[in-house]
């Protein structure tokens, strides 16, 4: 037994394949509660057989908040704290171990490390700050999707923050999302002035290639009180350029993609895709320019807004082909040397690489 006793708690529909690995993960725990919301496949059997504590529940109609408060309020009142996550996250071992060395009573949720994509080689791509541990009393999950906690305790809402913590996020590449759009749409109806959720809303417009609505929820996301964030609002301004983009419209495009540089100048996104704009319209002083700016950038948010992408080979290549259009050849070496550094076995970079030093040698 540890100093505290620890809960995990999940929600869980059809994820047979994932049950052996994720218990593992959790195994550390006291206790680890499970509420299957209509599996049918093996998923309940093969917990219950890893000694997991499974509820069956059925949710009609189905809100990620209300599934999980469900989940929640099976955790028996002798908990102090619980840890919320899905069958397809694996925390890495230790985490237990890390989490009572800091955690005090005054603490009502702890903030760790969520990692949710990865390269090709494994190591993580796309990596945030998570709070799904908290406090047994004073918690309810809201938002019918990209739900979150929220906190109505008596004692102040206190963090800790355990950043050696990692939780590893494997997703399943089949699974579908067409239940997100209508229920963000749900959210947004009852949290008009939400700004996250309505920008999310905008957001999942554009994936759907519905780029009018994107457009217009992310201009009403723009003009809300609650939307103070500068990343996100650039991020905001940054989709509605792709939007317009997508529709042809290539002034406005050009236009949005410019305030949202000016929102938030200190990361690296806008600027790449004002980079993209550029080059596709052959406009080599303003990539010169924007390619300039962002290789400037050098801090990384960590927010989930950051494309990591940025950060790769792209705006040095971008740099080097500004600057061999514009005569520069030795600036230009020194970016592809820079570029190929990032991705030493891209063939393009190689030969874009050989194309300019054939004119610095002439």
């Not at 599996?39 to 504590?53: A, G, H, M, P, W």
């Not at 997100?180 to 749900?186: D, S, T, V």
Request: net charge negative; charged share 30%; hydrophobic share 35%.
């Amino acid at each position: 037994m540890g100093k505290y006793r620890i809960c995990v708690y999940a929600i869980c529909k059809n994820e047979e394949k994932y049950v052996e690995r994720w218990v593992k993960a959790v195994s550390e725990a006291d206790l680890i509660v499970v509420t299957d919301t209509g599996s049918t496949d093996r998923t309940v059997e093969l917990l219950r057989k890893n000694q997991v504590t499974v509820y069956e529940e059925k949710i009609v109609p189905w809100r990620f908040d209300v599934a999980r408060n469900i989940a929640m309020d099976h955790i028996p009142e002798d908990v102090d704290i619980c840890v919320s996550n899905d069958l397809d996250e694996i925390f890495e071992p230790g985490w237990r171990d890390k989490l009572e060395q800091v955690w005090e009573k005054k603490h009502t949720r702890a903030r760790y490390m969520f990692r949710w994509s990865y390269h090709a080689d494994g190591t993580p791509d796309k990596e945030f700050v998570m709070e799904k541990i908290h406090r047994r009393n004073g918690f309810r999950w809201v938002h019918p999707v990209h739900e979150v906690l929220e906190y109505d305790g008596k004692d102040p809402d206190c963090y800790v923050d355990v950043f050696s913590i990692h939780l590893n996020h494997y997703p399943d590449p089949n699974k579908s999302r067409g239940q997100y759009l209508p229920l963000l749409e749900l959210s947004a109806k009852e949290n008009p002035k939400d700004g996250q959720t309505v920008f999310w809303l905008g957001r999942e417009y554009m994936f759907y290639g519905k780029f009018h609505e994107a457009i217009n929820t992310l201009k009403a996301y723009l003009a809300l009180e609650s939307a103070m964030w500068e990343e996100e609002r650039s991020a905001a301004y940054r989709f509605i350029g792709f939007c317009y983009l997508d529709l042809g419209i290539k002034e406005e495009a050009k236009s949005y993609f410019y305030r949202a540089i000016g929102e938030c100048p200190y990361v690296r996104e806008p600027y790449m895709a004002m980079a993209r704009f550029a080059f596709d319209e052959e406009d080599w002083r303003l990539l010169f320019y924007v390619t300039d700016r962002a290789l400037s950038v050098t801090m990384k948010t960590g927010s989930y807004l950051m494309e990591t992408e940025c950060y790769g080979p792209d705006l040095d290549d971008y740099a080097a082909i500004a600057c061999y259009y514009m005569g520069l050849y030795e600036k230009a070496v020194l970016h592809e040397n820079r570029a190929l550094s990032l991705d030493p076995e891209n063939e393009r970079l190689v030969n874009n690489l050989k194309l300019i030093m054939e004119k610095v040698e002439a």
